[in-house]
C-alpha cells in the first residue's frame, strides 16, 4: 500500500504562505498516477482542493485558485502545494493521495496541519 509523509504545515497569520509536502512510499511509479492535494476542516468532508496530471493540466478548486499551485517531483515521488494569501477558511488538516476511480489508492496517514488566525 502506498503511504505518504506530510511535512510543512503550520501557524501563520492571515495573507501569508506555506509550502506543503508529501513524500510518496511504497511501490509506485509515481510518475503514471494523478495527485492530488485535499483538506479537511473540523465538522467538514474532506475536499479536493488541487490535482496534478502527471506530464500536464492542474485543477483547483475555486476557493483556491489564483492562491495555490500545485506541483510535483517524479523523481523523488513528491507531491507539493504552495499556499499564498492565506485566509483563516483554508484552516485544515492538508492530506496528499491518489484518486483512483471512487477511490483512492494510499493511506491518508495524519497530514499537516495549516492554521491561519491572527
Known amino acids: 500500500q502506498v503511504q505518504f509523509v506530510h511535512s510543512g504545515g503550520g501557524l501563520v497569520q492571515p495573507g501569508g504562505s506555506l509550502r506543503l509536502s508529501c513524500a510518496a512510499s511504497?511501490?509506485?511509479?509515481?510518475?503514471?498516477?494523478?495527485m492530488g492535494w485535499y483538506r479537511q476542516a473540523p465538522g467538514k468532508q474532506r475536499e479536493l482542493v488541487a490535482r496534478?496530471?502527471?506530464?500536464?493540466?492542474?485543477y483547483y478548486a475555486d476557493s483556491v485558485k489564483g492562491r495555490f499551485t500545485i506541483s510535483r517531483d517524479n523523481a523523488k515521488k513528491t507531491l507539493n502545494l504552495q499556499m499564498n494569501s492565506l485566509k483563516p477558511e483554508d484552516t485544515a488538516v492538508y492530506y496528499c493521495?491518489?484518486?483512483?476511480?471512487?477511490?483512492?489508492?494510499?493511506?491518508w496517514g495524519q497530514g499537516t496541519q495549516v492554521t491561519v488566525s491572527s
Open positions: 493521495n491518489v484518486p483512483i476511480g471512487s477511490g483512492f489508492l494510499g493511506s
Open positions: 511504497g511501490s509506485i511509479v509515481f510518475s503514471n498516477y494523478m
Open positions: 496534478t496530471y502527471s506530464g500536464a493540466g492542474t
